[in-house]
């Protein structure tokens, strides 16, 4: 009766953690542009942040596809939400990863990176 209920309780705190990480995908789900760049550790020049400024934009799908220019174009990506929502991967089509820690609220994304924190706003 013990083990009944442990696995009952381990179900549901599984899917309650399964549900919560979904929804935050949910709000990830969607097109967004690119409105600030701040350097951390590696000084970016002002064309550069240019170009990420004026061609920086993401577009994330349910299926876990993501294109569209972060620091690089990404044309066929892929992307994993873990920690629940607080961590972002982002896999570029040769699978190279791109880390972030990540903020997402209804229309703003704050990506931590290495070398850059962005913010991006749903279009």
């Not at 919560?20 to 550069?48: F, G, M, P, Q, Y």
């Not at 920086?56 to 799908?61: A, E, I, M, P, R």
């Not at 990176?113 to 279009?123: D, F, R």
């Amino acid at each position: 009766m013990k083990k009944s209920k442990l696995f009952i309780l381990g179900i549901t705190l599984l899917t309650l953690l399964t549900i919560s990480c979904h929804n935050k995908r949910n709000k990830l789900v969607n097109s967004w542009k690119i409105t600030a760049v701040e350097t951390n550790t590696v000084a970016l020049s002002d064309s550069a942040k240019h170009v990420i400024l004026t061609s920086g934009n993401l577009t994330f799908t349910e299926d876990g596809h993501v294109t569209g220019f972060l620091l690089q174009p990404i044309t066929n990506g892929t992307y994993a939400l873990t920690k629940k929502g607080k961590s972002l991967v982002i896999k570029d089509e040769t699978g190279t990863p791109f880390p972030s820690e990540s903020t997402i609220t209804d229309d703003e994304l704050i990506l931590k990176l290495k070398e850059v924190k962005i913010t991006l706003k749903k279009i």
